[in-house]
């Protein structure tokens, strides 16, 4: 194994830990998205803002940074599972701390806290699908330090006996991996815009995931309204179209009515958007 000086290190790091941010900010501002907080304000919450969701996401760089750093060319043993466990933990109370105790990333400090230190084990050079699996690897082991709490996310995958944050992570990201990363790249294949092919990936992810945001708020009413909801914009031509727009406003508006906000798809939005860009000829450091 060739070793990197440490310099190349730390820049790798830095550099991981300020795209992981900007990922979670260019999905918090992407609009309009069903349900959820975006530039045009709260969707379904009453408790976010797009200011907030900001402010968390850049609490979370020194968590990104130290968890990339302590990831380094390190394979998936107990002992590095320890480490990011305790450091996804610590990013949770700055998360808190930054938003005064509002829950405004806690699936997205999962998601990206591991894919980040995925790819710093790879040295910083793994392509998605290499680092989607390194990433479920180390999300299989087990988390001894993990407190018991019983969480609504927990509460609805037992409810309803589906997967949940865990499962997706454990499986390499299936929503990521084979449908949002896909759809995000068809979509600019076809000469949708950026924000076109981002709501496109976003209507990917929401047509299968068992998002349990969704479910403790709304049930499998909402959970159906909103896998349904999806389909309906993708098989009307995606967001960019005059159809497929119709389509999602009317979604949004069914999710609002139902006080339902696909929490859990947005961070899964910002992995894929994450993903994107480790594979992009601009990643080197
Ligand atoms: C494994 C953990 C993610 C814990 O998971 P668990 O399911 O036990 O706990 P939850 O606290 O419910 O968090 C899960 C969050 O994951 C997102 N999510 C939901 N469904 C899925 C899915 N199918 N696939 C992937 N991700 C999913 C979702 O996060 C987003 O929603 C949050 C906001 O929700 P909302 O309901 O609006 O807010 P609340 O305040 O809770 O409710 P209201 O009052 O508003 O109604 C927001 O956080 C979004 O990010 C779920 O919430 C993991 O946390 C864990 O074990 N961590 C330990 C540390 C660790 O090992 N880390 C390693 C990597 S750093
Ligand atoms: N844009 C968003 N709105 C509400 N909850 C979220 N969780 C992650 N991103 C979110």
Redesign the pocket.
């Known amino acids: 194994m060739k070793l990197l000086p440490q310099i190349q290190v730390e820049g790798g790091a830095e550099w991981l830990a300020r795209t992981a941010t900007q990922c979670l900010i260019d999905e918090a501002r992407l609009s309009p998205k069903p349900g959820l907080v975006d530039s045009r304000g709260n969707g379904?919450?009453?408790?976010?803002s797009l200011a907030l969701m900001e402010r968390s996401a850049h609490s979370l760089t020194p968590?990104f940074q130290a968890?990339a750093l302590q990831s380094w060319q390190r394979p998936a043993d107990i002992a590095l599972?320890q480490t990011?466990?305790?450091?996804?933990?610590e990013?949770?109370k700055q998360?808190m701390a930054a938003t005064d105790g509002?829950?405004?990333?806690?699936?997205?400090?999962?998601?990206?806290?591991?894919l980040?230190?995925a790819v710093a084990m790879h040295g910083g050079v793994g392509s998605a699908q290499q680092v989607a699996m390194t990433a479920a690897e180390?999300?299989k082991l087990p988390?001894a330090a993990?407190p018991k709490?019983?969480?609504?996310?927990?509460?609805?995958?037992h409810r309803y006996q589906?997967?949940?944050?865990?499962?997706?992570?454990q499986q390499a990201f299936p929503?990521v991996m084979q449908r949002a990363l896909p759809q995000l790249r068809l979509s600019r294949l076809n000469g949708s815009s950026e924000t076109h092919a981002r709501l496109d990936a976003l209507m990917a992810i929401m047509t299968s995931?068992?998002?349990?945001?969704?479910?403790?708020?709304a049930g499998l009413e909402g959970l159906d309204a909103m896998q349904d909801g999806a389909r309906a914009v993708l098989s009307a031509g995606g967001s960019a179209h005059p159809a497929g727009q119709a389509a999602l406003a009317a979604l949004d508006s069914h999710m609002l009515a139902l006080n339902a906000?696909?929490?859990?798809?947005?961070?899964?939005l910002a992995a894929t958007l994450f993903l994107d860009r480790i594979e992009s000829p601009y990643f080197k450091h």
């Open positions: 379904a919450h009453h408790d976010l968590t968890l599972r990011v466990g305790r450091l996804g933990r990013g949770e998360m509002v829950n405004t990333h806690r699936g997205a400090i999962w998601a990206l806290g591991l980040v230190s180390l999300a988390d993990a709490v019983f969480s609504k996310g927990l509460r609805a995958t589906v997967p949940g944050a865990r499962e997706e992570a929503h995931l068992t998002d349990t945001c969704v479910l403790s708020r906000s696909p929490g859990g798809a947005a961070d899964l």
